[in-house]
């Protein structure tokens, strides 16, 4: 097989990554990450609101930037031999558009109006929204949630549409149609010109979208209008048809060829979330339980059809048809925060800091400027080193993680946060591990959902940030699992992925099986569980629940 190369384009919650791959072998090239300027300093969102949203021309910039610097770091002539790009993003992220499919915050009337922005995945503004679609479904003849687990969430698609719809009357008259993040990127790469041409991804349709074959597609027009009036006609301007991502959604355009040094040949393939893509990039087999760890958990599981059948598994988020595998069925859960959990305790901290030192009269503001640097980028590390000395089920506490709500089991992004048997001798160590342990118990709960609803987890694959930086927290994941951990070799499993549907849309691989098995870098390590600790967890997993009950049974909504 002559050398070919394709790119994996991965855009993550802060950050976009280009790596550019040997699709005969896998072997990373080149790689490129670009933080997205206008998201790092927070313009446009307000956390005491649930509200984050993220400017396209932090997307466009940082796709330009990050695969022009990778193709600089390869070998000369590596750019005539890349033959197509795959794509994955967060999600559900929508945005608003015009007929032509250009979102309104690209135009001079909304460039500064968070409601003509991408919609990021972990907003909750819509939580009414999700509430009133979770009742109607519930009253209709046809449960349109019954695919997306029962329980609608205000991370995804609808909701926060509805939410713009109401919030909005600007954005409401300009907007044409919606897109997803993930459909948007490659449709921008070919130089779409009409929004009803875009090829919209399986994926995100399917998980996000209440889109099933079942339904004819999307749910009738009769739902929305009776949802609300404001979603009438809105179904037309949408989509009947998806794509799986090892299909092209078509070929580079003159402009974004000339922009990225590339020909109009290479073919750009559908777009899809980033943890359907990394389950992929690593290598998921039938029943692994593949957890994409990062500022969130995405948990994917992909099973046969004729095992899963007509069966509906309840409280997760989904179950697809070619969502992960083609003609296999994905089905995807996950919390809505976990390193969030840990990068807010870090700010906690951080505040008392910033406030003295950051303010003190007694050094110069460069050496202030490097010594809040320095805090903020081992704060974490300190914190596990301290940890870590502790004993498990020594520190008398029990947190629970949902910082920013349930997404499983049961999606509810009302619920909040909290820790439970503090004293004057909680210190911050014992605090950051109770905070750990919970994470790693929402994740055990989102395993005994499997079980509970007849899915076999046969084993676990640990994907992301977390799981490669963090044997801290991996090893306390093994031991409250009471299972081995699986760790992929590859640091850039969402882009490898990526660029294994690259390689499969370009026809390199047939299908994506076979992309699976010659792209890909395999696992370099096992966490094992400590037979001692899973006895303790095991006790203390009993109380995370109850507490977690207590937590939901005092909800108070408006």
């Known amino acids: 097989m002559p050398q070919t190369f394709v790119i994996g384009i991965d855009f993550g919650t802060d950050s976009v990554r280009s790596v550019i791959v040997n699709a005969n072998n896998g072997n990373e090239i080149a790689s490129s990450v670009v933080h997205y300027p206008r998201w790092k300093k ?21 796709l330009e930037r990050s695969v022009k610097e990778a193709i600089k770091k390869c070998p000369k002539g590596t750019a005539d031999l890349i033959v197509s790009i ?29 409601n003509a922005m991408f919609v990021l995945w972990k907003d909750h503004t819509a939580t009414k929204e999700a509430g009133e679609i979770n009742k109607l479904s519930k009253k209709s003849k046809v449960d349109f949630t019954r695919y997306e687990g029962g329980v609608y969430s205000s991370e995804w698609f609808w909701a926060k549409i509805l ?58 027009n009769r739902f929305f209008k009776k949802l609300d009036p404001l979603l009438d006609g809105l179904r037309d301007r949408l989509y009947t ?33 980033d943890a359907h893509m990394g389950a992929v990039g690593g290598q ?51 919390q809505s925060a976990f390193g969030d959990v840990y990068a807010w305790f870090r700010e906690l901290l951080m505040w008392s800091i910033k406030e003295t030192v950051g303010k003190s009269s007694l050094i110069d503001r460069k050496l202030k400027k490097i010594l809040l640097e ?9 914190l596990t080193k301290a940890a870590a000395k502790i004993p498990p089920g020594t520190s008398g506490l029990i947190a629970i993680d949902w910082l920013n709500g349930r997404r499983t089991p049961d999606a509810n992004q009302l619920v909040s946060g909290g820790i439970v048997g503090l004293t004057l001798g909680s210190n911050a160590p014992k605090v950051y591990r109770a905070l750990v342990e919970a994470t790693c118990f929402g994740a055990r709960k989102i395993v005994e959902r499997f079980q509970s609803e007849g899915i076999e987890i046969q084993g676990l694959i640990g994907l992301g940030g977390v799981a490669r930086k963090s044997p801290f927290v991996m090893q306390i994941m093994a031991d409250v699992l009471n299972r081995p ?20 849309a370009a026809k390199v691989y047939p299908n994506v099986s076979e992309a699976m098995d010659n792209m890909g870098a395999g696992f370099d390590r096992t966490y094992i569980p400590t037979k001692k600790n899973v006895e303790i967890y095991d006790r203390i997993y009993t109380t995370y629940g109850a507490f977690g009950n207590f937590i939901e049974s005092q909800l108070i909504t408006k």
């Not at 794509?87 to 009337?109: E, F, I, M, Q, Y």
């Not at 991502?245 to 750009?268: H, N, Y």
């Not at 320095?374 to 300190?382: C, K």
């Open 42 to 62: 927070r313009t446009y969102c307000d956390p005491a609101k649930n509200q984050f949203r993220q400017h396209p021309l932090d997307y466009v910039e940082g």
């Open 86 to 114: 795959g794509v994955d993003t967060t999600g559900s992220t929508p945005v608003a558009v015009d007929k032509k499919g250009v979102p309104l915050a690209l135009k001079k009337r909304f460039r500064e109006n968070p």
């Open 163 to 220: 939410h713009i719809l109401r919030q909005d009357k600007l954005v409401r008259k300009a907007a044409y149609s919606w897109v997803e993040h993930c459909d948007w990127i490659p449709y921008m790469l070919c130089g779409g010109k009409d929004i009803l041409q875009m090829k919209r991804s399986r994926c995100a349709a399917g998980h996000k979208a209440l889109w099933h074959k079942d339904f004819g597609g999307l749910p009738p």
């Open 241 to 273: 048809d998806t794509y799986t991502s090892d299909q092209p959604a078509g070929t580079l355009s003159i402009e974004w060829a000339e922009k990225l040094g590339l020909s109009q040949k290479v073919v750009v393939a559908v777009g899809a979330f």
């Open 284 to 334: 998921i087999k039938p029943y692994f339980l593949s957890k994409v760890m990062g500022t969130s958990t995405c948990d994917m599981l992909v099973a046969p059809q004729e095992e899963v059948g007509t069966k509906l598994i309840n409280g997760i988020c989904g179950q697809v048809d070619g969502s992960v595998i083609p003609g296999v069925i994905g089905l995807e859960a996950g």
């Open 374 to 382: 320095e805090a903020e980028q081992n704060i974490i590390s300190a």
């Open 485 to 504: 951990i699986k760790i992929a070799r590859s640091e850039q499993t969402c882009a490898l992925g990526a660029a294994m549907f690259a390689a499969t």
